[in-house]
């Protein structure tokens, strides 16, 4: 795992009508690549994956979401489109004209929305656990997930500390203990509104951008994967898209399997540079 402070990942921040947006830059003169984390979560998501990819030659981006992480939260409660603007100012700051795309649930959604609303600044989105979902599915993971969010239980101190290891606790459940602690970090850092993260996206409906992205797709599961099935309907709408299964059990392949994530999408990305290049 790369640390956030070692050398070869640069902090920067790009500055919005939001006020600032944290980002990692790996630098160097490779193929733009920028990561787009989950909810609630951070960039931070992705350092098991980051030396795969620089070691491929890619130049890493990977952005905080607005409001988690170390980027500023936004002054409404946001909609997905809101996090999808935010993907070119970070493209501007960083001098990249246009870059592929990778995202993990919510990322995924930014991904393909930015895809459709910024065409020309994407040159393709790789897509790890789609949640492309009907309104019934999304209104029933929304009253299980947001209404505890608001709540806010795990920014109530008590003696002891306890409420952190509840929510680790809870956490650990669904991901790898190392998954576990980064999620409960990247609550902290989004304080009470951690909520927004899951609400946007709960409330947005992916697949009219799924649709409509021209750019190639990548759809990417694995066996264990919580939104194995929705990808699989995801496949279905976009039959045109390259879809990779992996063999991970786990629930997180960026944990369990992120040899085998990463390479999945560095051959994608290279297969449609060489498509680019050809053009």
């Known amino acids: ?60 981006l990977a952005m905080d979401t607005p409001g988690m992480g170390l980027s500023d939260p936004l002054p409404h409660e946001p909609l997905l489109t809101d996090y999808a603007d935010a993907v070119p100012v970070v493209l501007d700051h960083a ?35 789609v949640p492309v979902m009907g309104e019934e599915e999304r209104e029933k993971y929304w009253q299980q997930i ?3 969010e608001k709540k806010g239980l795990v920014h109530l101190p008590v003696t ?8 680790f606790r809870r956490i ?15 609550a902290m850092l989004a304080g009470p509104l951690w909520w927004h993260g899951h609400n946007a996206a709960l409330r947005h409906n992916m697949v009219p951008a799924l649709l409509a992205a021209r750019q190639p797709l990548l759809l990417i599961s694995n066996p264990g994967e919580m939104l194995d099935a929705n990808t699989t309907q995801a496949a279905a709408l976009r039959p045109d898209a390259k879809y990779v299964m992996l063999e991970t059990p786990g629930q997180m392949a960026m944990d369990d399997d992120p040899e085998g994530i990463a ?4 051959t994608f990305v290279n297969t449609v540079e060489s498509g680019r290049e050809q053009d």
Do not use: C, K
Request: glycine share 12%.
């Open 1 to 60: 795992m790369i640390h956030p402070s070692a050398p070869a990942l640069r902090r920067a921040y790009a500055s919005w009508q939001y006020g600032q947006i944290h980002y990692y830059d790996a630098g160097g003169e490779g193929v733009p690549i920028l990561l787009l984390h989950q909810s609630p979560a951070s960039s931070s998501d992705w350092f098991p994956l980051i030396p795969f990819f620089t070691a491929a030659g890619l130049r890493v």
């Open 95 to 129: 001098g990249v004209d246009s870059a592929h795309l990778m995202g993990h649930h919510t990322g995924v959604q930014i991904a393909i929305e930015a895809a459709v609303r910024s065409p020309g600044r994407v040159r393709s989105a790789a897509l790890y656990g």
């Open 146 to 148: 947001v209404t505890n």
């Open 160 to 167: 002891g500390g306890t409420h952190l290891t509840d929510h």
């Open 172 to 186: 650990e459940g669904f991901y790898t203990p190392m998954g576990a602690q980064r999620m409960l970090l990247s």
């Open 263 to 266: 390479r999945a999408a560095i």
